[in-house]
């Protein structure tokens, strides 16, 4: 028995997001939705939780059915309540005053520790909103969860916890999960559909199978496009000649026939389709300069200490030379970020257990772009940080996703996406020989994820980066530290300390 049911569905707003949309959602269902960013993904789940209306196409819901939207912002209303009670707010009038035990469950089955129930969600990390959301809609027992970018901001540990409560408190509760985290689709879907614009395709298969069925599927496609163009350019060809004979000999019957030929051609071409063309949010490109020294970040045998004095771990004997792509592991607060800042410091200043080489020229972004907040427009960030011009500024901006109508917005209202975007672009105009990128992947879609990999897979790409996402470790890093027990030591892969995290 299918719960929802899409019928030729599509949604048109400024463009046409998508259209020909058919999908039946059953009790047992896990849908991941995937698409680039800004095509249509959120609309679509706002749509089916009845917070937008559809441009065309019918939608049939099991009568009485209950869905419950996790969107990826905090509503300005829930800001200044404590995470209690924004939670409680899922339930009406009456259940919160009767039930509010709901909350005190909801709470424990997701592992918030009790110490953050009365702090306001203002003053919480973006994880931690993550999580208050959907626990407020968890607490209204929804027939339907649909989740629009669930893991942002959520580091391997409480990926792993909500990963765990999907497949056992959850497990009965049919989903569509909006998400550019690979290895959490792979855990957690059965289905998924990719979201184009003309024709939506569906896969009952996780993400990289289905993945791998949609590339085979597009090849294919492509092969009959272009066996039918050539089918097409054989008919003209055939009725080219037989018009030219058929003019010199006055023959009716060869014109008549040249006619039919050409008429079929154009059938063809009009009956064939080009694969569709993913929409990319906008291109990401990198450009390395030569680094010259045999290494050009070296740590010394030290502390690594917290402005309080206390030391958060200990350094061993360490080198990062041209080439190398160091992920640095570790849990949540073992001194990650720390260390990257340690050595962004030594940039500047003499350290005693941190050197880098004087040819470094460092790319540097933190994970929350913060390198952005001193432009004011997307415009000015480029012309301040480079010597291009204005046209070719305005190239550069496009090339990157942000179009005309926004390179002299504020960047203040840029979205997740386009300030990510905006920060590569950037990093790209310094040229820089030794990147330093914390969770660089943080609200990039799959395909800007994908086209991050390979720019810094490139040839004497050196990198130190920090990320969450296993996908990205897994694809790009050459070497790992890990900080574990006050202690950071290379490791040969991640995959233990996934292990370790994910549970």
């Known amino acids: ?61 099991a009568r009485g059915l209950k869905t419950g939207l996790v969107s990826q912002d905090v509503p300005d209303h829930l800001t200044p309540l404590t995470l209690y009670e924004a939670v409680l707010s899922g339930l009406d009038r009456e259940q919160a005053e009767s039930e509010s035990w709901r909350v005190d469950v909801v709470l424990h089955e997701l592992q918030v520790p009790e110490a953050l129930w009365q702090r306001r969600l203002c003053d919480l990390s973006g994880g931690w909103q993550r999580v ?26 409480r990926i792993g916890i909500f990963q765990h409560w999907l497949t056992s408190v959850a497990r009965g509760t049919p989903m569509i999960v909006a998400s550019h985290d690979r290895a959490f689709l792979d855990t957690v879907s059965t289905r998924t559909l990719f979201l184009r614009r003309e024709q939506p395709v569906v896969f009952d298969l996780p993400y990289s199978k289905a993945r791998q069925s949609l590339e085979e599927l597009d090849r294919a496609a492509e092969r009959r496009f272009e066996n039918d163009l050539a089918k097409a350019n054989q008919l003209r060809r055939k009725a080219a000649k037989l018009k030219n004979i058929g003019t010199n000999s006055g023959s009716d019957l060869l014109l008549s026939k040249t006619k039919q030929l050409t008429q079929r051609a154009q059938k063809i071409e009009n009956a064939a389709r080009p694969v569709e063309a993913q929409r990319p949010a906008g291109k990401i490109k990198l450009e390395t300069s030569t680094a010259h020294a045999k290494a050009l970040v070296t740590l010394a045998e030290s502390g690594v200490d917290i402005p309080n004095g206390r030391t958060l771990f200990r350094l061993p004997r360490l080198w990062i030379n041209p080439g190398d792509r160091v992920v640095v592991l570790g849990a949540n607060g073992a001194g990650k970020s720390r260390l990257l800042s340690k050595v962004i410091t030594a940039l500047d200043e003499d350290m ?36 291009v011009g204005d046209h070719r500024a305005r190239a550069l901006l496009a090339e990157a996703g942000l179009h005309i109508d926004l390179q002299n917005r504020p960047v203040s209202i840029l979205s997740g996406g386009q300030r990510s975007r905006l920060a590569m672009l950037l990093l790209r105009l310094l040229k820089p020989n030794l990147y330093i990128l914390d969770e660089p992947t943080n609200h990039l879609d799959i395909g800007g994820q994908e086209a991050l990999e390979r720019e810094l897979l490139r040839e004497e790409t050196t990198a130190l980066l920090v990320s ?3 996908t990205f470790v897994r694809n790009v890093g050459s070497r ?24």
């Open 352 to 387: 005693t257990n941190i050197r880098v080489a004087p040819s470094a020229v460092p790319g540097v972004s933190d994970q929350s772009l913060s390198q952005l907040d001193r432009f004011r427009t997307p415009m000015l960030a480029v012309t301040q940080s480079s010597s």
């Open 132 to 157: 208050a959301l959907l626990s407020r809609v968890w607490v209204g027992e929804p027939d339907v969860l649909l989740m629009d970018e669930p893991t942002n901001h959520l580091d391997l540990s």
């Open 468 to 470: 969450h996402d296993r």
């Open 1 to 61: 028995m299918s719960l929802i049911n899409l019928r030729n569905l599509s949604v048109v707003l400024s463009e046409n997001l998508f259209e020909n949309l058919n999908l039946t959602l059953g009790k047992t269902d896990r849908i991941g939705l995937v698409a680039a960013n800004g095509t249509g993904k959120s609309t679509l789940l706002r749509v089916l939780a009845g917070e937008a209306e559809p441009t065309n196409g019918d939608i049939t819901m």
């Open 480 to 503: 790992f530290w890990l900080i574990e027990d006050k202690k950071l030591r290379e490791v040969e892969t991640p995959e233990a300390f996934f292990e370790k995290q994910i549970g």
